[in-house]
């Protein structure tokens, strides 16, 4: 990855004696301590959550959402903001009492960091626009000058200037956060921002486009721009184009992308890597390839008729080393390399063999003189599906990974790009790998690995059926989970039945948790949590393996605190805060 662009402890003194044992008691003693840890290691039961506190609102929820001070509830008439500490009710409101001539909301979202709530009543041509103070309720401003704001993606807050960017009428203007005060608009630019780099030194702001709807983009005569702008007046300092379409995942609306400055030039990502002079936007050079990998997923999970789909992480990030950058090249189905390319002046430096038959290179890791690349493995899935079964209809929002082949891992030398070493061992199947210090860790589904990073011998294989998590579906490095409070140097192995947790350094289980039929929503702290159809919500500690439960109703909604302590359930006109550990 570019530079800044998501465990535990194991140790013993049997820890420190293996390595004075010769090769084969070295074996024989690490596989008496993994099965002693087995049978000494149990599944715990979770634990009802405990309820914080409970309120009963005059109204019901379609739309919720939570920040670390508060937390609102809203359909598409009334809106209350709530305290996350207490459950008090900070404003309880109908919309028509914040503006009198906004009858009905067709489209609202919240911009937490300018504590501002948007509100559109759209009306062919003549769309209501009013900002209200997200902790009062107290209407900021409100105008019917800015038409044609489709969704979330046509706004963005920039905190430096308090003031809100919005794509609207053809056009990108600037507004004031709390009074509407327009400072500058161009119409140079008027489709979704993707990615914006802000430079404080010279007031300026990078931005990099994206498709609106399929209709806007047709109708506003798309084209793919990056643009340097003064923030003060709008100025355009440089306009360029770059190639390829900005991907959004369809379930969590993520920009796949990522753009960022290094000294004097630009590095957009995605799709390999385009770079530019960040001082007046020369194209310098590119290790780009057009491809889309919805194909490589054809059955969707569950059935129905796929309304939309999209899957990600195909294929690796770069990887910077100093002045070195690893990229690789799907050129096409039949033509895949891996390359090393001088980061400064964009000189290839070698070009690997060609990596055969590869569908998806999911993973790429670089450990002292060996850059070690995973073919085939977990890619998400995001998809939205509809099944109607007599007069029902059900509508399905899913996130998942699924395993694409064929699999294999290759490690090359990075002075030259030869290939080193091949593992033949996974041609059944791979989840993901990760590197860590001299560690490569790679899993089967139905095993994990340490695998010696200089010859592909592995350093020990742990059989995963005693996790009692089904086959797993993608490994996590504790140490590269984004919260101090996770202990560092395990792996935490997300199942399709469950979760558990190993140490990295000798394989051994440290907790596992079974939950079945349910989707895993991702760690928050150092919480993972889970989602059932029906409603019930799974919080497990990633340090212990502990694991409380709520059992919610079906249709209620769900939101987590940043730091994963606690959980917020919206259940008709009942909020509910319980804590999760």
Partial sequence: ML???IGYPYSSKADCSIYKLNYMQKKLFTLFVLALTFNLVKAQKPAEMQTVWQVKLSHDFDESGASDAILFGSNNKNYSVLKTTDGSV?????FKDIYENINKID??????????LFMFDKKMG???LVVADINTGKMLWHTDKYQDIENIDDVF???EIDAFGLIANKALYMVKAHTGEELWSTTKWNTPVAAYLLDH???TMTMLNTPGTFLSSLFKGFKNQIMKIDIKTGNVIWENTY?????KKVITRQKVVDLKAIGDKLFLQFNG???????TGTPLWKAHFDATFDNVVGHIKGGGRVLRKGVYGCVADPVVDGDNVYVIDMKSKSQQYLKKYELSTGKLIWTSPEIKDAKVIPGLVKINDMIILQVGGAVEVQAMTQKTTGDVTVTKWLKYYQNVGPYNVQAFNTNDGSQVWQSEKFKKGITNIFGDNNNLVVCSGKALYNLDYKTGIESYEVQLGDDDIALAQKVINSSAVESDAVNKGNVIIIGEKGVSCHSIANGAKLWNMRIKDADFNGIYGKTAFYEKENGDVYAVDVNTGKATYVDAKKDSKTEYSDDGNYLYLFEKKTVSKFKTN
């Fill in 201 to 203: 030194d010279e007031n």
């Fill in 157 to 159: 807050y920039i905190k």
């Fill in 90 to 94: 900070l404003w309880s409101s109908r």
């Fill in 273 to 279: 890597l385009q770079v530019y002079d960040y001082k």
């Fill in 107 to 116: 489209l609202q979202f919240e911009v937490y960091e300018a504590n501002a």
């Fill in 3 to 5: 530079p800044d662009s």
């Fill in 243 to 247: 190639n390829g379409i900005v991907q």
């Fill in 126 to 128: 003549k769309d209501q």
